[in-house]
């Protein structure tokens, strides 16, 4: 990986970071918004926290050993800011009571649905088993996430 790639990488990866604490402090603000859901908005809060450290992982094994890795599917800053911006327009919604529980779920769901979420792996290709473990670990949750936020949805509905 050249030194150009690599710090692309690396400064896509700081941005993946700051994505996911704010997703951290949407759910937060969901869970101090709508007690009825504490639970559930706190765990997945807990998740996303969890994220934003494993990714800052990622990037570390990616800085000791760039020879280990190959630049994978560019991502664009601009998209996760862009997504970033939404992400603290919601939070500040909520926050403010702006959004209803319903609207909140739906709005949660189409978070985890987004490309950004599901496409962390392709951000470099690499045969480094702790990598390739964390990244399983992420998508693992980010599929249990949607799974859950769909079943909320559903169950909104009736």
Not at 9 to 23: F, G, H, I
Not at 63 to 75: A, D, I, L, T
Request: proline share 2%; charged share 25%; with cysteine.
């Amino acid at each position: 990986m050249t030194v150009r790639n690599l710090q692309n990488v690396l400064d896509v990866m700081s941005d993946m970071v700051t994505l996911e604490l704010a997703l951290a402090e949407l759910y937060l603000a969901c869970s101090e918004q709508f007690p009825e859901d504490k639970s559930f908005w706190l765990a997945i809060r807990h998740q996303e926290q969890l994220h934003a450290k494993l990714i800052g992982q990622l990037a570390g094994l990616i800085s000791s050993r760039p020879q280990e890795f190959q630049f994978g599917r560019p991502f664009n800053s601009v998209a996760i800011k862009t997504t970033l911006s939404s992400v603290q327009n919601y939070t500040e919604s909520v926050r403010k009571g702006l959004l209803q529980r319903k609207r909140a779920l739906f709005m949660a769901r189409d978070i985890e649905n987004s490309v950004l979420e599901a496409k962390y792996g392709e951000v470099v290709s690499t045969n480094n088993i702790e990598y390739m473990k964390i990244i399983e670990l992420i998508t693992k949750d980010t599929l249990a996430h949607k799974n859950v936020f769909a079943a909320k949805v559903a169950k909104s509905k009736s």
